[in-house]
């Protein structure tokens, strides 16, 4: 016998943009139910380095771009969560590190680069003195300039718990043969089903989020819906288990003509004191076109030269690829903002930035008050969590890829 419930809104997909709508969502007193396939934050989000950054990727050319303008006041409004003082209270979350560095290694252009964004991000980046340096650069002889930048880095795992734990009566791990959509691109969502032992659970909301990264274009075709389409941009990232006693938070700004630091570097607590240095930037775009084997050697090769004073001789690495996925635009462009759109009852939403997380959430919150969206009644609305929880656990937090890479 088929079981039929209600609430206000159902978001797919338990990364950072779902369990950040769920959090800003519930505040403003709507009914949420949250599905995830597996564990929270498996996809994107804890492949992302965790860095809250405030547009200097972006301003390497000396012109502030609107990705980089669009980025600018993110650190503060996390840094306001992170207080208790912000649209959610991230008290509790861990912050790896409390700045963000940024070295031109001394070649012309790698100055260059620093010199152009530097003066573009004239307030939110210092020029430090060797005197100021972090820990893992202190009483090296470096050539170039260190700069501190707004930046900061969290730990993603971390994040992800504490934007959870409130919820977790609301968050449910359905797998997707377990679900299906029902639905058109004229009426968006008219239901969705949850098979149980027991039969069928149909489940009906007046809107329906779709989160779910990667995944949201399965969704969307599930229901027909055409437009928004999807892109996705490739990296292969790096990752390597590292004996020595200081963690790297860095942009090594190279000397090819590419506007991207040539090596992003975000360190993260790994087994018995040792750290896991994970490794984005130029090297994980262009690394797409390697072997593990080939990216893996190209990364021994880099760290080398930029820090040739740390003994990597005993060191584990490896290297994975990952899908950044978001709206498609014109010549395959990166998104400069965080992204939402909706189709009849059903909203289609990725941040396209772990930074821009807080703007996709204002977004959520502002498009369902422009649509005149009120929250259903107690009566209207008879606990669908409740019934939904005799059938389905809370999903778990994912792990970091790189952990179980390097077990």
């Known amino acids: 016998m088929t079981q039929a419930l209600q609430t206000d809104i159902v978001i797919l997909g338990g990364g950072i ?16 139910v949250l599905i995830e396939k597996s564990a929270l934050g498996a996809g994107q989000t804890l492949a992302s380095q965790g860095i809250i950054h405030g547009g200097l990727k972006y301003a390497l050319s000396g012109v502030l771009s609107p990705a980089s303008s669009a980025i600018a006041a993110m650190p ?79 730990d993603t795992p971390s994040l992800v718990e504490v934007l959870a734990a409130p919820h977790r009566d609301r968050i449910f791990q359905i797998p997707p043969e377990q679900l299906r959509l029902v639905g058109d691109a004229e009426r968006g969502m008219t239901s969705l089903q949850m098979h149980t032992a027991d039969g069928p659970l149909t489940l009906q909301a ?21 437009n928004p389409q ?17 963690p790297v938070y860095l942009h090594c700004i190279g000397d090819s003509f590419g506007m991207t630091p040539r090596l ?65 635009l014109a010549n395959l462009q990166r998104p400069d903002t965080a992204y939402i759109h909706s189709v009849a009852n059903t909203v289609v939403a990725w941040p396209t930035k772990l930074t821009l997380t807080p703007e996709l959430g204002n977004g959520a919150v502002n498009l369902f008050k422009e649509q005149g969206l009120r929250p259903l009644s107690s009566e209207q609305s008879p606990a669908a969590s409740t019934a939904i929880s005799q059938y389905f656990e809370t999903p778990p937090v994912a792990t970091p890829r790189w952990e179980d890479l390097l077990r």
Not at 230 to 246: F, K
Request: aromatic share 10%; proline share 5%; with cysteine.
């Open 230 to 246: 999807m892109q996705t941009r490739p990296l292969h990232m790096l990752a390597v288990r590292s004996r020595h006693p200081h």
């Open 76 to 154: 503060e409004l996390w840094r306001s969560c992170l207080r208790g003082e912000g649209d959610i209270d991230l008290r509790d979350c861990k912050v790896l590190s409390p700045n963000y560095f940024m070295w031109s290694s001394g070649g012309y252009r790698s100055r260059l680069k620093t010199f152009l964004g530097s003066k573009a991000l004239r307030g939110r980046i210092d020029a430090l003195s060797p005197s100021a340096y972090p820990d893992f650069l202190r009483a090296q002889s470096l050539s170039g300039m260190l700069y501190q930048l707004t930046d900061f880095v969290v």
């Open 17 to 32: 943009a779902g369990l950040w709508l769920l959090n800003r969502l519930r505040q403003e007193g709507y009914d949420v």
């Open 264 to 328: 992003t570097i975000t360190s993260h607590p790994g087994p018995d004191g040792f750290w896991d240095w994970y490794i984005g930037g130029e090297i994980a775009e262009a690394g797409t076109q390697r072997s593990a084997h080939e990216q893996i050697e190209e990364g021994r090769t880099q760290l080398q030269q930029m820090f040739p004073w740390v003994d990597l001789s005993e060191a584990q690495w490896t290297s994975f690829f990952v899908n950044r996925a978001e709206p498609k």
């Open 206 to 226: 007046q809107r329906l989020v779709l989160s779910a990264g990667e995944g949201n274009d399965a969704l969307l075709s599930q229901l027909g819906i055409n």
